[in-house]
């Protein structure tokens, strides 16, 4: 279990030897963030949701210095180190190693007013800004090799097994927030996009574009400050869920800013990271695996339907919602050219 001090001693700015003049406290379903000053410190909870398990102190150890390993690829800046926490006579301590009872990763404070998602809604984000954007991740998945270990995640069976499992988690959400008609041509195209096009995806492996890649690359995830792109918060705690083809990244913001209407910003996106990449078959695959992404976002969002402690008034907004993620998946199967 978590420790039972790690929320009252890491809300005390004296905890910390900058002694900041406050400290912010933000809870995901598996995290602890603390904000404090410029910097953020991290601790994972001790939680086990099936795809991810941070029960055991080792586990937690182990995930949080993956964490910053995977993280520091596409922000080095912004992730700094992993720091231990003791408890020593009752108390905890931060760099402290004396009796380890946590880890904290420390990180440095990113702009929450540049987050892409902030500046969209602004409406400040251009076409030149995506370029940049995706001119940056192809020198990032550039240096990122496609080893013996990531191209296996390339087959079209393990693509088969994410795929056909998102249809088979939200099969009962049809006649909800999907139709039953939308759900059964949006299946039937993948397994015959799948079916169709093997030598493509063994194209794919040949071509190096299998990676240990971010995993969840949308909108949330992109910080632009100046002439500074930052990247975050890579999937670090299941490898099924990162590991896979480059395209799958760059489909998700690309269907990220089709849900928002800003399908010309996707498009320069796209455009400059193929350019840059030399990827010259990211296109053959490129809806294949939109279709994908909008169909992962939908089967998260319809899992808020299924929690009876959310409010009324939430749970329309997740339906709402996830009815707009299957309804972007159905118009890329009926829109391709």
């Known amino acids: 279990m978590t420790h039972p001090l790690i929320i009252e001693s890491m809300s005390r700015p004296a905890f910390y030897p900058h002694d900041p003049d406050s400290v912010d406290l933000i809870q995901t379903h598996i995290s602890f963030i603390f904000i404090v000053g410029d910097l953020v410190y991290k601790v994972k909870k001790a939680v086990d949701f099936g795809f991810l398990d941070f029960t055991s102190l080792e586990k937690r150890r182990f995930y949080v210095n993956e964490e910053l390993r995977l993280n520091r690829r596409f922000s080095p800046d912004v992730y700094l180190r992993v720091l231990p926490i003791s408890e020593v006579n009752g108390t905890l301590r931060l760099g402290d190693s004396s009796h380890i009872v946590e880890y904290a990763l420390e990180m440095k404070r990113i702009s929450e007013d540049h987050m892409l998602y902030k500046l969209l809604d602004r409406g400040t984000v251009t076409e030149n800004d995506m370029r940049k954007v995706g ?14 270990k990531a191209r296996a995640f390339g087959t079209l069976d393990i693509i088969a097994k994410n795929v056909i499992e998102n249809f088979d988690q939200t099969r009962k959400y049809i006649g909800g927030p999907v139709a039953a008609t939308v759900f059964a041509i949006l299946e039937t195209w993948s397994t015959a996009f799948m079916a169709d096009h093997r030598a493509l995806f063994d194209n794919r492996i040949a071509e190096g574009r299998i990676k240990d890649c971010h995993g969840d690359l949308h909108l949330q995830h992109i910080c632009m400050k100046d002439d500074t792109i930052s990247v975050f918060d890579c999937i670090e705690f299941n ?69 009876t402690a959310i409010d009324e008034s939430t749970r329309t907004d997740a339906f709402r919602k996830a009815q707009k993620y299957y309804d972007l998946a159905y118009s890329y199967v009926t829109h391709e050219n």
């Open 135 to 148: 001119r940056h991740l192809a020198r990032v998945y550039a240096s990122i090799p496609s080893d013996e």
């Open 239 to 307: 490898e099924r869920f990162r590991f896979g083809d480059v395209a799958s990244d760059v489909a998700f913001l690309s269907m990220d800013f089709d849900y928002n209407g800003k399908g010309n910003l996707g498009n320069a996106f796209v455009d400059a990271y193929g350019e840059a990449s030399g990827d010259n078959t990211l296109s053959r695959v490129l809806t294949f695996y939109k279709v994908y992404r909008a169909l992962v976002r939908a089967k998260v969002t319809s899992f808020m339907l299924d929690d």
